[in-house]
């Protein structure tokens, strides 16, 4: 995508105006359309003078069956029109898992950690490197079983995990929502690297002990943007069966994957993977709308995987000596910006105001026909949107974003903060940059949220969301007793 | 005035046949059909004999005299033949350290055969599937399988990738039901899913008994099928669904511990399959039935029903010694004429087979399915299916039921429609005239038949 931004012209304080101007006519193009008409009307009133249009009203011969008739036909085209519309998908609410304080991982324990299981003096220095440059504070958390010298990545260890992560934030959001665990009529769950059978889905079942006619899911291996892909599903759902509601978990287990061997390629992800986990309640029932957070507007899917570059960037394999892990190729952030320009292709249409889709329209035809050599024009995101929610999935990838789509730094705050206090919590960390957002009593009624999503695949996926009533500063979530530390200034590099 | 009128009446037509059009539209594309389906046909270096295993299991050294006799009489007295595959890094001396490349290979092998002949078959091209399901329970590599395909067959941007994992021996169903509510959402979309199960990087290689078990039934197989909603393919597709129950008794703690895969108490992973899995089975299994029947019973067989239990309980209530313990049964072979059971083993398909009122005729599907391929995993339905098929057994209006177990605990089933007589013989085209055989004996009970005395 290129870098440089619209050319010059816009930095003249006049043009910016004309823009502004130019904006305002598009967009309300319609409501512009109607002044004159309603002039002239208003016009020919004035012209009959008021007796005339007393008698024109008495003349309105109207019997009862008449206007029967009318309000019938109004009633009857108004119950077509919302019997036909889509089933609206309402996000009741979502609670993270906050970690608790004894699974803190320091940079000094990671680096004690990463010497006494590897003993390799080399590689040790280049996840102290990593450390350096990652944006990830302090606190970040890693499972009970990977404080083990050695880690125990046992099956079992691995459902604890599941376990204390899962059932942490099913029971915050049971508490807040007030649900009771037998009116769940969907589950779906998404955790990419850790797939036992029964499956987690069943784990969750057996612990709630819900309903034997619940319509379980169970994704695994879909990596990072999987959470949106569990929102898909439920959508879809949400769809077919009217009055339900859906419970979608999203969560990646750290516990069996991490990487004990020294290939650099494999290292970062033991560098930035943190324990995480995010329980969302969705439904369709038009009385939740009441109490709803938020309406999904649109989620748009991208899979590049038929590119052999885009599926091998993000890969799971052996090293030389057999140690398993997620090798991440040096071309990802070019990948990661083809994805979300394909994204962007389908979802700019969809929420973009018609005064940035016209701009962009009119600079493809210049460019095609007219001169190659005009830049262009990425279209404003920031109109559409109040708050960005970009998957943190590394300091690069947060950069790369914000450069692409021209976000100011509070624009990826969210992003920046979380990675800095969760680290890369994968499929759930959208929903940590949620609820950042909602903590810092950012979130009003009628703001829009973009949640971007980045996988391995390569998938691209984006979810649109609208508020539906502020959100007032939260009294329990995983921000509560940070958030008055948050922002803080992240530096380039931490030296250890 | 009249003008008043004409727009009125006009705008009340329009809104009554777009409205009545809408609902119609909607009706055209809820049904879910299966243009076809290929079963995996492993190459015969795969083939697992007798003799293989014994060898397998004699590589264990952990195993003392009587382990190693248990797992041989449970090998023989399967029902499971010479003829059913493994993957290559058993066969080949590998399976307790399979590299992910093996994993690899045996899903990859299995997936890109299928789908390469599904559409062959079909002559649909892979840039036209909008919806891809993948169903395999115990292996789930990042990029996930279906991403695995989407590069492969270059898929397009905009496809719906659904990769369902640790779902168990009943997943085919499941990833129908995924399809079929997405079809409810979206016009003329085709499907096409992938259900198999991961044998390699599984194999238990301790000592604990009921983690044996698995080592011994499981075997690779596969099979990849396509479904769409468009009405203008109707002509093509073989069956339509006519509905779909899932139960799932997850909240009783039996049911969801009694099929589970976990560390044995030397740490070593096996899949365990606990002694009140048959009880945990029925349970399920009335379960489904209870909500499936009214669905697929005609109204006689119902009222039949409620007539000889309210007979059979004022009898009971008489006398109580002479009646009690009998239960009511249903007629279910006078709603389906076709039944696909999950080939657990040989004691699950008796034990549904009976339950369900079926006699021999009826259960030799599953019976030559489990003799031939073994237990498959969620893909044996299909190759019951198959068995049907090659038999010539399927004729239009046929109603067929897939019905399956698996892991957490669910009972999961399906009612097809046959829409045209079938004839295929697909993965059982080279071996159906040999079936069914004189005899299901293993034909090396000479040489091991010694393991069922002792």
């Given at each position: 995508?290129?870098?440089?931004?619209?050319?010059?012209?816009?930095?003249?304080?006049?043009?910016k105006?004309?823009?502004?101007?130019?904006?305002?006519?598009?967009?309300?193009?319609?409501?512009?359309?109607l002044?004159?008409?309603?002039?002239?009307?208003?016009?020919?009133?004035?012209?009959?003078?008021?007796?005339?249009?007393?008698?024109?009203?008495h003349?309105?011969?109207?019997?009862?069956?008449?206007?029967?008739?009318?309000?019938?036909?109004?009633?009857?085209?108004?119950?077509?029109?919302?019997?036909?519309?889509p089933?609206?998908?309402?996000?009741?609410?979502?609670?993270?898992?906050?970690?608790p304080?004894?699974?803190?991982?320091?940079?000094?324990?990671?680096?004690?950690?990463?010497?006494?299981?590897?003993?390799?003096?080399?590689?040790?220095?280049?996840?102290?490197?990593?450390?350096?440059?990652?944006?990830?504070?302090?606190?970040?958390?890693?499972?009970?079983?990977?404080?083990?010298i050695?880690?125990?990545?046992?099956?079992?260890?691995?459902?604890?995990?599941?376990?204390?992560?899962?059932?942490?934030?099913?029971?915050?959001l049971?508490?807040?929502t007030?649900?009771?665990?037998?009116?769940i009529?969907?589950l779906?769950?998404?955790c990419?690297?850790?797939?036992?059978?029964?499956?987690l889905?069943?784990?969750?079942?057996?612990?709630?002990?819900?309903?034997?006619?619940?319509?379980?899911?169970?994704?695994?291996?879909?990596?990072?943007?999987?959470?949106?892909?569990?929102?898909?599903?439920?959508?879809?759902?949400?769809?077919?069966?009217?009055?339900?509601?859906a419970?979608?978990?999203?969560?990646?287990i750290?516990?069996?994957?991490?990487?004990?061997?020294?290939?650099?390629?494999?290292?970062?992800?033991?560098?930035?993977?943190?324990?995480?986990a995010?329980?969302?309640?969705?439904?369709?029932?038009?009385?939740?709308?009441?109490?709803?957070?938020?309406?999904?507007?649109?989620?748009?899917?991208?899979?590049?995987?038929?590119?052999?570059?885009?599926?091998?960037?993000?890969?799971?394999?052996?090293?030389?000596?057999?140690?398993?892990?997620?090798?991440?190729?040096?071309?990802?952030?070019?990948?990661?910006?083809?994805?979300?320009?394909?994204?962007?292709?389908t979802?700019?249409?969809?929420?973009?105001?018609?005064?940035?889709?016209?701009?962009?329209?009119?600079?493809?035809?210049?460019?095609?026909?007219?001169?190659?050599?005009?830049?262009?024009?990425?279209p404003?995101?920031?109109?559409?949107?109040?708050?960005?929610?970009?998957?943190?999935?590394?300091?690069?990838?947060?950069?790369?974003l914000?450069?692409?789509?021209?976000?100011?730094a509070?624009?990826?705050?969210?992003?920046?903060?979380?990675l800095?206090?969760?680290?890369?919590t994968?499929?759930?960390?959208?929903?940590?940059?949620?609820?950042?957002?909602?903590?810092?009593?950012r979130?009003?009624?009628?703001?829009?949220?973009?949640?971007?999503?980045?996988?391995?695949?390569?998938?691209?996926?984006?979810?649109?969301?609208?508020?539906?009533?502020?959100?007032?500063?939260?009294?329990?979530?995983?921000?509560?007793?940070?958030?008055?530390?948050?922002?803080?200034?992240?530096p380039?590099?931490?030296?250890? | 005035?009249?003008?008043?009128?004409?727009?009125?009446?006009?705008?009340?037509?329009?809104?009554?046949?777009?409205?009545?059009?809408?609902a119609?539209?909607?009706?055209?594309?809820q049904?879910?059909?299966?243009?076809?389906?290929?079963?995996?046909?492993?190459?015969?270096?795969?083939?697992l004999?007798?003799?293989?295993?014994?060898?397998?299991?004699?590589r264990?050294?952990?195993?003392?005299?009587?382990?190693?006799?248990?797992?041989?009489?449970?090998?023989v007295?399967?029902?499971?033949?010479?003829?059913?595959?493994?993957?290559?890094?058993?066969?080949?001396?590998?399976?307790?350290?399979?590299?992910?490349?093996?994993?690899?290979?045996?899903?990859?092998?299995c997936?890109?055969?299928?789908l390469?002949?599904?559409?062959?078959?079909?002559?649909?091209?892979?840039?036209?599937?909008?919806?891809?399901?993948?169903?395999?329970?115990?292996?789930?590599?990042?990029p996930?399988?279906?991403?695995?395909?989407?590069?492969?067959?270059?898929?397009?941007?905009?496809?719906?990738?659904?990769?369902?994992?640790?779902?168990?021996?009943?997943?085919?169903?499941?990833?129908?039901?995924?399809?079929?509510?997405?079809?409810?959402?979206?016009?003329?979309?085709?499907?096409?899913?992938?259900?198999?199960?991961?044998?390699?990087?599984?194999?238990?290689?301790?000592t604990?008994?009921?983690?044996?078990?698995?080592?011994?039934?499981?075997?690779?197989?596969?099979?990849?099928?396509?479904?769409?909603?468009?009405?203008?393919?109707?002509?093509?597709?073989?069956?339509?669904?006519?509905?779909?129950?899932?139960?799932?008794?997850?909240?009783?703690?039996?049911?969801?511990?009694?099929?589970?895969?976990?560390?044995?108490?030397?740490?070593?992973?096996?899949?365990?399959?606990?002694?009140?899995?048959?009880?945990?089975?029925?349970?399920?299994?009335?379960?489904?039935?209870?909500?499936?029947?009214p669905?697929?019973?005609?109204?006689?067989?119902?009222?039949?029903?409620?007539?000889?239990?309210?007979?059979?309980?004022?009898?009971?209530?008489?006398?109580?010694?002479a009646?009690?313990?009998?239960?009511?049964?249903?007629?279910?072979?006078?709603?389906?004429?076709?039944?696909?059971?999950?080939?657990?083993?040989a004691?699950?398909?008796?034990?549904?087979?009976?339950?369900?009122?079926?006699?021999?005729?009826?259960?030799?599907?599953?019976?030559?399915?489990?003799?031939?391929?073994?237990?498959?995993?969620?893909?044996?339905?299909?190759?019951?299916?198959?068995?049907?098929?090659?038999?010539?057994?399927?004729?239009r209006?046929?109603?067929?039921?897939?019905?399956?177990?698996?892991?957490?605990?669910?009972?999961?089933?399906?009612?097809?429609?046959?829409?045209?007589?079938?004839?295929d013989?697909?993965?059982?085209?080279?071996?159906?005239?040999?079936?069914?055989?004189?005899?299901?004996?293993?034909?090396?009970?000479?040489?091991?038949?010694?393991?069922?005395?002792?």
């Amino acid at each position: 995508m290129p870098r440089a931004p619209f050319p010059e012209l816009s930095s003249s304080v006049r043009l910016k105006y004309v823009k502004l101007g130019y904006q305002y006519l598009v967009n309300n193009f319609v409501a512009f359309l109607l002044i004159p008409v309603m002039i002239a009307v208003s016009l020919v009133l004035v012209r009959r003078g008021p007796d005339e249009i007393m008698a024109l009203w008495h003349s309105l011969q109207l019997d009862l069956t008449q206007v029967l008739f009318s309000v019938f036909l109004f009633v009857f085209v108004a119950a077509v029109y919302f019997v036909s519309r889509p089933r609206p998908v309402y996000l009741v609410d979502y609670a993270c898992f906050k970690p608790p304080t004894t699974c803190r991982v320091p940079f000094a324990t990671f680096m004690e950690h990463a010497w006494l299981i590897n003993w390799d003096e080399k590689s040790v220095q280049f996840q102290t490197r990593i450390l350096e440059r990652s944006g990830l504070g302090e606190e970040t958390c890693l499972p009970p079983a990977n404080h083990y010298i050695p880690p125990i990545p046992t099956m079992e260890a691995s459902r604890a995990e599941a376990q204390l992560v899962i059932f942490s934030a099913i029971d915050d959001l049971l508490k807040k929502t007030g649900l009771r665990p037998k009116n769940i009529d969907i589950l779906v769950v998404n955790c990419s690297l850790f797939s036992p059978t029964p499956s987690l889905s069943a784990m969750i079942i057996n612990k709630y002990e819900l309903r034997s006619n619940i319509r379980s899911f169970n994704l695994s291996g879909m990596g990072c943007s999987a959470g949106l892909i569990s929102i898909d599903l439920a959508r879809d759902l949400l769809q077919v069966h009217p009055s339900s509601n859906a419970l979608v978990i999203s969560t990646e287990i750290i516990t069996p994957n991490l990487y004990t061997g020294n290939q650099r390629s494999m290292l970062l992800p033991n560098c930035l993977f943190r324990m995480g986990a995010a329980a969302i309640l969705l439904s369709n029932r038009r009385r939740d709308a009441r109490r709803a957070k938020y309406r999904l507007l649109h989620l748009v899917r991208t899979h590049k995987g038929a590119d052999d570059r885009a599926y091998r960037c993000v890969y799971q394999e052996e090293d030389a000596e057999g140690h398993t892990g997620i090798s991440l190729s040096k071309d990802l952030m070019v990948i990661a910006g083809k994805a979300l320009k394909s994204n962007i292709t389908t979802i700019g249409p969809l929420v973009l105001p018609m005064s940035e889709q016209l701009l962009f329209f009119l600079t493809l035809v210049g460019r095609k026909l007219i001169n190659h050599k005009w830049k262009p024009y990425i279209p404003d995101f920031k109109m559409a949107f109040e708050h960005f929610c970009i998957h943190a999935g590394g300091r690069a990838v947060i950069d790369e974003l914000q450069n692409n789509l021209q976000l100011t730094a509070e624009h990826v705050e969210a992003s920046r903060m979380t990675l800095h206090r969760f680290g890369n919590t994968s499929s759930s960390s959208l929903w940590y940059e949620l609820s950042y957002i909602e903590s810092k009593g950012r979130m009003r009624r009628g703001h829009r949220v973009w949640q971007i999503g980045f996988g391995s695949g390569f998938k691209c996926n984006s979810a649109v969301w609208k508020c539906l009533r502020t959100v007032e500063t939260l009294v329990d979530g995983p921000w509560t007793d940070c958030i008055n530390r948050y922002p803080v200034d992240i530096p380039d590099v931490v030296k250890l | 005035m009249e003008l008043l009128w004409m727009i009125a009446t006009v705008l009340f037509l329009y809104s009554s046949l777009s409205f009545l059009w809408k609902a119609f539209d909607c009706r055209r594309n809820q049904n879910c059909y299966l243009l076809d389906y290929v079963c995996y046909k492993p190459s015969d270096d795969r083939k697992l004999s007798t003799e293989l295993c014994s060898d397998v299991i004699k590589r264990n050294k952990r195993l003392s005299m009587p382990d190693y006799k248990f797992l041989l009489k449970v090998v023989v007295n399967s029902g499971i033949s010479e003829e059913t595959y493994g993957p290559r890094s058993i066969i080949e001396g590998r399976e307790e350290s399979p590299t992910l490349d093996d994993c690899d290979d045996e899903v990859d092998d299995c997936m890109y055969s299928t789908l390469d002949k599904l559409f062959h078959r079909t002559g649909i091209s892979p840039g036209d599937v909008d919806v891809l399901v993948v169903n395999i329970s115990m292996f789930a590599p990042a990029p996930s399988l279906t991403s695995t395909i989407v590069n492969r067959y270059k898929m397009r941007e905009d496809v719906k990738t659904f990769n369902l994992s640790g779902m168990g021996c009943s997943a085919s169903p499941i990833a129908i039901d995924l399809v079929n509510n997405v079809f409810e959402t979206r016009k003329r979309t085709l499907a096409v899913v992938i259900t198999s199960e991961s044998i390699a990087p599984n194999w238990y290689c301790g000592t604990d008994k009921s983690m044996m078990l698995g080592n011994c039934l499981f075997r690779s197989g596969g099979c990849s099928f396509m479904l769409t909603n468009d009405p203008s393919l109707k002509h093509r597709a073989k069956m339509r669904l006519k509905c779909l129950v899932r139960a799932h008794s997850g909240a009783n703690d039996d049911a969801y511990s009694c099929a589970m895969q976990k560390e044995d108490t030397d740490g070593r992973v096996g899949f365990h399959l606990s002694k009140s899995l048959p009880k945990v089975a029925v349970r399920a299994f009335t379960e489904n039935l209870q909500t499936l029947a009214p669905k697929v019973l005609p109204v006689g067989e119902l009222a039949l029903y409620v007539i000889r239990g309210l007979r059979h309980r004022l009898r009971r209530s008489k006398e109580t010694k002479a009646y009690a313990g009998k239960a009511v049964r249903v007629n279910f072979k006078s709603g389906v004429e076709h039944f696909c059971l999950h080939t657990g083993g040989a004691a699950v398909i008796d034990a549904v087979g009976s339950a369900l009122g079926l006699n021999k005729y009826d259960v030799e599907p599953a019976r030559m399915t489990l003799h031939r391929w073994g237990n498959t995993s969620a893909s044996s339905l299909w190759y019951v299916l198959g068995y049907m098929e090659a038999k010539k057994r399927l004729r239009r209006k046929d109603r067929v039921l897939m019905l399956s177990f698996g892991a957490g605990f669910k009972c999961n089933s399906c009612l097809w429609e046959v829409l045209r007589d079938l004839e295929d013989g697909g993965a059982w085209e080279d071996c159906i005239q040999a079936y069914p055989p004189q005899s299901l004996v293993n034909p090396f009970m000479n040489k091991f038949g010694w393991v069922s005395e002792a």
